[in-house]
DNA sequence: GCCGTTTTCGGCCCGACTGTTTTCAGTCG
């Protein structure tokens, strides 16, 4: 049983209740504990063998009694009693936009709708329009918040909403009337998946700037327009929300709108403890209704007694009791990163050449580049053959002997096999100045399998890293299920580094297991995998995961220059 | 349903926008 199931199980029990008619506070008790649940870096099945569930925050003994019967039997009397009064796959309507526990209630009642099929016949045929407090506007909302549910369905990479938001923002701050423009929300704290793609702005003219927004070029349809907020559409489906504040709003709205949810509860909480009181526009004394702070971020944090807490930390995981007693974590910078580990070319599956990547990761700046195609195995990709790889050395010799102040290494991203060997005999692998060993297939096998072939990769001594461990693809591919800390710890001791893979969809090691790795003692490096030039630039997502892991420089392999790389690697010179 | 260095009972973030209202409910973030 996975976190993600019983986060799942949670959100289903809150939406039944949500249509019951419970109070809200109810509701939002269970939509809590599915969050906590989905956050958390250990298995929930641990926490209900060892009885800690009620150590979570959030969770109290009645939660914890029904997901301990869900994680122990798979089944949930309470949810089932629940969904008796509700037609299986009913909550599905509340995932349209515009359309909450009330509606859904109102159109099961009255129309005996339970499927978001039904509603759109029903809506289609006119017969909404026979309910209380439903007209003809009400009924195309429906219908446009049903075509966009099936266009948006999950939630979309961060390696798709950033360069979307970035286009708007860059052509949002050339409008005169917008003195900053920043983007929010969860892409401003680097989560992996996005909802929505928030904007803040500020300006002395809101509605020139709103007006600016709803007519740039990728806007297809404006779905909301008022005077300090809109939400648009566009081309590609994205939905896109702009707020704008007056500019000594700035940082208080930033701060407010950046998130999350929990991270800035805890921070009312202690506000209130301070007699302030904080909401978007500012930091207000809670007795005069004096306003004190809000124009920068940094005044906001500064008046709550606290370092100003990088956004992709804000998750209320611990970041804000570390910013008062000031030791939050330096978290390792794009500048910080001296080179890549993990690059692909023309030889297997990449697109590019040799050259063209050693001069694409100049370009970078980058002291080195660690050329890492794929092996033997990988036959319909051009897998090397042990010809190929010797020849791929001289080619790499030659071409280093031009360069100055940056290296080419010679790597390969040997396949695990299914029982755990490696592609290439120890005397092949002894050859490479890097080996990154990776998992490609055999994902489904049983979890004791796939730590024990992770753990032979980590105990041979020509391996240096374990590439994208967990093997996930966001939204397509469950991760394998492993042994973390055993899997970390034996990374911690033989010194074998472990991936933070930065392709958008991976992201592997994710958020959350970086922070538990390097408190292992575990090395981590940030590798693009680019398989063409222009994807050497993905490195920023992986800075992203590792910052939101709390890596600092000093955890990063690939953040050392190159002679101690080549030190800590014992490549010979 | 959860929580507590004011509380074991009484709170729980709250403001903007839309549509259908004639003063406000529902939804969203």
Known sequence: ???????????????????????????????????????LRENVATLVEENRLTEIRGIGPSIAAKISEFVKTGRSSYLEDLAREFPKGMAELLEIPGVGA????????????STVEQLEEAARSHRLMQLPGIQEKTEQNVLQGIQRLKQVKGRMLLGTAL??????????????AAEQV???????RMKETIGDIDI?????????????????????????????????????????????????????????????????????????NRGLRINEYGVFRTDTNERIAGSTEEEVY?????????PEIRESSGEIEAAMENRLPHLVEIGDIRGDMHAHTNWSDGSDTIEAMAEAARALGYEYLTISDHSISMTFIKGLTVERIREQRRIIDRLNEHFEGFRLLHGIEVNIRSDGTLDYPDEILAEFDVVTASIHGGLGQSREQ?????LSAIHNPHVDILGHPSGRLINKREPSEFDAEAVFTAAAETGTVLEVNAQPDRLDL????????????????IDSDAHSTAQLELIRYGVATARRGWAEAQHVLNALPLDKLMERLRIRH
């Open 182 to 188: 920043e983007v929010g929300g969860s892409i401003r």
């Open 102 to 113: 009330k509606k859904a209630r109102l159109f099961y009642e009255k129309l005996g709708i």
């Open 510 to 525: 994710r958020d959350a297991d970086v922070r538990t790795a390097i408190e292992s003692g575990a090395t981590i490096a």
């Open 302 to 310: 500064r008046t709550l007694g606290m370092e100003w807490i990088p």
């Open 1 to 39: 049983m996975k976190n993600a199931d019983v986060a799942r199980f949670l959100e289903e029990i809150a939406d039944m209740l949500e249509m019951k008619g419970e109070t809200p506070f109810k509701v939002r008790a269970y939509r809590d504990a599915a969050r906590r649940i989905e956050g």
């Open 163 to 176: 360069p979307a938001a970035e286009e708007i923002i860059r052509e949002l701050r050339t409008h005169p």
């Open 200 to 272: 803040l702005a500020a300006s002395d003219k809101p509605e020139e700037v709103i007006n600016a927004f709803v007519s740039l070029s990728p806007v297809k349809s404006v779905l909301a327009k008022g005077s300090t907020k809109a939400s648009v559409l566009t081309e590609a489906n994205l939905q896109i929300d702009l707020r704008v504040v007056s500019p000594d709003q700035w940082g208080a709205a930033l701060q407010y709108f950046t998130g999350s949810k929990d991270h800035n509860i805890q921070l009312r909480t202690i506000a209130e």
């Open 450 to 454: 796939i730590t024990q072939r992770m």
